[in-house]
């Protein structure tokens, strides 16, 4: 099987004219030497390597050589057959895939003739396979200094001039830690112009550095399995296996990669941090694991220290992009957690997740973190996207984290409602209990209208100015206010009459007084009868009714004034001027304020209250 980006090469002689080499060639009369013996086997090989028997042509080849037991002593002449012999039985090891006897014939027949081009382009190509960029660089060059006109030469020298252009120019964004540039200047540039070991093992680095592991490890195990640079692949297949997070596989490789070239001062340093990293990352285990145990936040802040260390390391020897960086942000998250440093412990998480999607203990620090800042929503619709996927649907540990979540999200879901229907309740209150002088809350006692069991409450601030004395009754102060005021209007502070109906003050002070808005009764539902009426407690504990049972009231005293019952009011029982003869009923006593405490208005009944509730 022919190399890939190789054209299949056919031998000719190049002593004879090709229609020779083809089969017919001019034979020579009576005299044959040992040089036309082995022309004519290599005329043979030529066609069975041709035809791709490439065992049976190496063989002929062989059989040449061998007839030339002295390479030293032969002639010029021989000396350039030798050197066709070695150079092309150099090409079926080269078809075999078995580029180092390729090298070695091409290198002997370059010792009997060094103006021999083909043996120089032969060892060129084979130096390419094996992913020796360099020597195969300086191999053309120093050809180029004996062979000037060759144009193939040039022609090889300036592709394998790209392709060490091409390596370096990857190589320096990868120090640069500029990861994307790097993989864009391999798939667009390198992977285009050569496909020799050298350049896939470092495209599986720039692949590993951008997160893509199992392309970057199947890289590497073809370039095992073609049993070419196997020290290099080794040593590149162990640091791509360290930064998937299986540190100790990864360093075991490095070893064997050492193994092979035990004096290779770039492997050996590469272990050494390799090690380096293996052991703080073992030591913040360990100290995090005693402070989450202990509750010792110093222990939790050393070990959040030594993750930061190795995280933060500027030379980019764990791309972010990996396994293994995501692996230590998650260690440093989980004691941010416990460190109670909910911002950091989020921060890390996220970006652990972003690495590696599937990392199961950066989403339960997510969740925790989440719940612990009071955004419990948000942790359940992140945690309800990650149980859907395969490696998350079935774990207890996220369902664990998911469930709390969720209890967490509905009951601030269910303080929110209450906290709207109570807001929305209240705007649903009429205009025109807003802004008014009357309808403001009394400041002390002998001022606005209080509703019937409680205080506190809204109220007007209409003052009755009737002068009081000592051991009147409240059907006597009525009696009295309504003989100088008005009987439709109150008067305020100043004695001056207000301009208010009374029968509107009424309702204002049922609606705004006794905190359940007109037509409700003390649960907050509304009233079946319309004739039920309910009492407010003016000042100085005296009564006043509802609109509708005085228009009855009226009604009883005009009936009693028409059939002559006027009986002046006693001390204790006071009639109306109006209704001669009426007994009113006693007073209820006085409430005093500073007793009372103030209600919050009713906004659902018990029962729906227990309903919402039982749904979280």
């Not at 540039?181 to 285009?192: E, G, M, S, W, Y």
């Not at 692949?233 to 296996?241: C, F, H, N, P, W």
């Not at 049922?510 to 009764?521: E, H, I, P």
Request: proline share 4%.
């Amino acid at each position: 099987m022919v190399k890939p980006g190789y054209r299949q090469e056919k031998i000719w002689d190049e002593d004879e004219p090709q229609q020779e080499a083809e089969g017919s060639r001019t034979s020579r009369k009576n005299k044959r030497s040992h040089l036309q013996s082995a022309n004519l086997l290599k005329e043979k090989a030529n066609a069975k390597f041709n035809k791709g028997h490439n065992e049976e042509a190496r063989n002929l080849y062989t059989q040449a050589l061998q007839m030339f037991p002295d390479y030293t002593g032969a002639s010029p002449e021989e000396k350039q057959v030798i050197a066709t012999l070695f150079c092309n039985r150099g090409a079926t090891f080269f078809r075999e895939k078995d580029y180092e006897g390729c090298i070695l014939d091409c290198e002997s027949a370059v010792k009997l003739a060094p103006e021999y081009a083909k043996a120089y382009t032969r060892r060129w190509r084979a130096l390419m396979a094996l992913g020796r960029v360099k020597s195969a660089k300086s191999l053309l060059e120093g050809a180029i200094q004996l062979l000037p006109r060759e144009k193939a030469l040039r022609e090889d020298l300036h592709r394998t001039q790209k392709i060490v252009d091409a390596i370096s120019n990857v190589r320096r964004l990868l120090s640069e830690q500029n990861y994307i540039a790097a993989k864009d200047a391999v798939d667009n540039q390198l992977l285009l112009i050569t496909d020799n070991p050298e350049a896939r093992l470092l495209a599986a680095e720039v692949e590993a550095s951008n997160g893509l592991m199992e392309m970057a490890l199947e890289r590497c195990e073809v370039i095992l399995k073609m049993d070419v640079m196997p020290a290099k692949a080794l040593s590149v297949k162990g640091y791509i296996t360290f930064l998937t997070g299986l540190m100790e596989p990864g360093m075991s490789l490095l070893r064997e990669a050492l193994k092979l070239e035990q004096e290779n001062l770039e492997w050996k340093d590469l272990l050494r941090r390799c090690r380096t990293i293996h052991k703080d990352y073992m030591e913040g285990r360990h100290i995090a694991a005693a402070g989450r145990k202990e509750g010792s936040m110093s222990q939790l802040r050393m070990a959040m220290d030594i993750f930061s260390n190795i995280v933060d390391d500027e030379t980019g020897f764990v791309p972010p992009k990996t396994p293994l960086f995501s692996l230590f942000l998650t260690e440093r998250a989980e004691a941010a957690l416990h460190f109670q440093d909910y911002q950091t412990a989020l921060a890390d998480a996220r970006n652990a997740i972003e690495t590696k999607e599937d990392n199961l203990r950066a989403w339960i620090v997510k969740g925790h973190a989440y719940i612990a800042l009071g955004r419990a929503r948000e942790a359940r619709d992140e945690l309800k996207l990650a149980r859907r996927t395969t490696w998350g649907q079935y774990n207890g540990q996220l369902k664990e984290v998911y469930t709390k979540a969720d209890f967490e999200a509905r009951v601030s879901e269910a303080d929110q409602e209450l906290v709207n229907m109570v807001a929305d309740s209240r705007a649903d209150e009429p205009d025109d209990m807003e802004g008014q002088d009357v309808l403001k809350t009394p400041r002390h006692a002998d001022q606005g209208v209080r509703s019937k069991g409680g205080t506190g409450r809204r109220g007007s601030e209409l003052s009755f100015n009737t002068p009081t004395t000592a051991g009147s009754t409240n059907s006597q102060l009525r009696w009295q206010q309504q003989q100088q005021s008005p009987p439709s209007e109150y008067t305020d502070s100043s004695g001056q009459a207000s301009g208010i109906n009374r029968e509107d003050v009424m309702i204002q002070s049922r609606k705004v007084g006794s905190g359940k808005g007109l037509g409700r009764d003390k649960t907050g539902r509304k009233n079946q009868n319309p004739n039920e009426q309910e009492e407010e407690l003016g000042p100085e504990g005296g009564t006043i009714t509802s609109r509708h049972y005085r228009r009855n009231e009226r009604t009883r005293r005009r009936n009693s004034a028409s059939n002559g019952n006027a009986n002046p009011p006693s001390q204790n029982q006071t009639q109306s001027p109006a209704a001669p003869g009426y007994a009113e009923p006693s007073p209820a006593p006085v409430e005093d304020k500073t007793s009372r405490t103030r209600r919050g208005r009713p906004v659902m009944s018990e029962a729906d209250l227990r309903r919402r509730m039982s749904a979280i």
